[in-house]
């Protein structure tokens, strides 16, 4: 049983870009959340996207946006890069119904530079 | 604003001791808490976790302790093995179900055989 897989593994751009990081839920999640680990720092959530919606946002502009697919899988967003969103991206999933947090499981992230 | 607050950025403990990992916050609202456990180049996988209308929860070698008056927890692992040297981060829920996890800033644990 494959666990949330997130794709790229390593990405560089530069600052202005635009770049979009992908994430596949765990087999039986509906629910994505996205997680910005900037270094030495704990993970800072994004947003959450449940039945294709974004269900629950946090402090972050517009720069960063999602999408979720009727296959669950998501993506993230980030236009306009700067040098302050290099970081680790990670992708959360879940089952959307009830209770969920502390059956979040999380992907081994994607590393974004920018230069 | 840093809700959660780890304040130990790392702990070296010799195998068989126990570790004891710190966590404040400051929002009364919180009534679960949660902690996870990360690995260099893996997700962080979760451990245990506590509801506010206990003081305690014990899984195996891990123990949780919640002081609410104090607005803090600790995860106790006893003994510690060299295996469980990673990054602990103490997290709490809140939003829509519960989906939003808030973070502490982690405290990198090292085990020496």
């Known amino acids: 049983d494959a666990g949330v897989t997130q794709s790229p593994t390593h990405l560089i751009k530069t600052r202005g870009q635009q770049v979009t990081l992908r994430c596949s839920p765990k087999?039986?999640?509906?629910?994505v959340s996205w997680y910005q680990q900037a270094l030495g720092q704990g993970p800072q959530f994004i947003f959450q996207y449940y039945e294709e919606e974004e269900r629950q946002r946090g402090n972050f502009p517009d720069r960063f946006s999602g999408h979720q697919f009727p296959n669950y899988s998501s993506e993230l967003n980030v236009n306009a890069l700067l040098l302050g969103d290099s970081a680790l991206y990670l992708c959360?999933?879940?089952?959307?119904?009830?209770?969920?947090?502390?059956?979040?499981?999380f992907g081994p992230g994607t590393r974004l530079t920018v230069l | 604003d840093q809700q959660v607050k780890q304040n130990s950025p790392s702990l070296s403990v010799q195998e068989g001791r126990i570790s004891i990992l710190n966590c404040d916050y400051t929002n009364s609202m919180f009534d679960y808490f949660l902690w996870y456990k990360k690995y260099p180049a893996e997700g962080p996988t979760f451990l245990i976790s506590i509801s506010s209308i206990k003081d305690k929860n014990e899984d195996g070698r891990f123990t949780v302790f919640l002081n609410k008056s104090a607005k803090h927890l600790s995860l106790h692992i006893v003994p510690s093995q060299p295996g469980d040297s990673a990054v602990y981060f103490c997290?709490?829920?809140?939003?829509?179900?519960?989906?939003?996890?808030?973070f502490g800033q982690g405290t990198i644990l090292t085990v020496h055989p």
């Open positions: 997290a709490a829920p809140s939003g829509t179900s519960y989906g939003k996890l808030t």
């Open positions: 087999s039986g999640h509906d629910t």
């Open positions: 959360a999933s879940s089952s959307g119904g009830g209770f969920g947090a502390d059956t979040q499981y």
